[in-house]
């Protein structure tokens, strides 16, 4: 080791502990690489707990639950906001919640951009044939 704090590194995969040396093959390769002199011993009982734990928790985790499915749109939410400046508030949020839940999309903004929610969006129609999705 030098004065300018420099120090020699090992990638060996051998590890002596307890007077036994040991291969370690399923440590990361970032745990090879290690300072020689004093610290090596230190480091190496590091590198080898944290093996252990690591190993351990893969052992004992459980796979994480599966996200429920992100399908289900706030309609309520989304046509309260689409319909906020409409003149007929109450109807418009009707006719948006029916197109919510059948097309699954509610367009950005008070108003336009039905384009954005697809043909379901933009086709449907009332019986009087004027376009029902605001």
């Not at 052992?59 to 409409?86: I, V």
């Not at 003149?87 to 336009?112: L, W």
């Amino acid at each position: 080791m030098g004065d300018g704090g420099e120090r020699e590194v090992s990638s060996d995969h051998h590890f002596k502990i307890n007077d036994e040396e040991q291969e370690l093959p399923h440590i990361s390769q970032a745990f090879h690489v290690f300072a020689r002199g004093g610290e090596r011993r230190l480091m190496q009982d590091i590198a080898l707990r944290l093996s252990k734990y690591l190993n351990l928790g893969r052992s004992l985790a459980l796979p994480p639950a599966p996200a429920p499915h992100s399908a289900q749109l706030d309609c309520g939410g989304l046509c309260s906001h689409r319909c906020s400046l409409h003149s007929r508030p109450n109807v418009c949020n009707r006719a948006c919640g029916t197109c919510c839940v059948r097309c699954k999309c509610v367009p950005p903004g008070t108003f336009g951009n039905r384009e954005l929610c697809g043909k379901c969006y933009t086709d449907m129609t009332t019986h009087g044939n004027k376009t029902k999705c605001p």
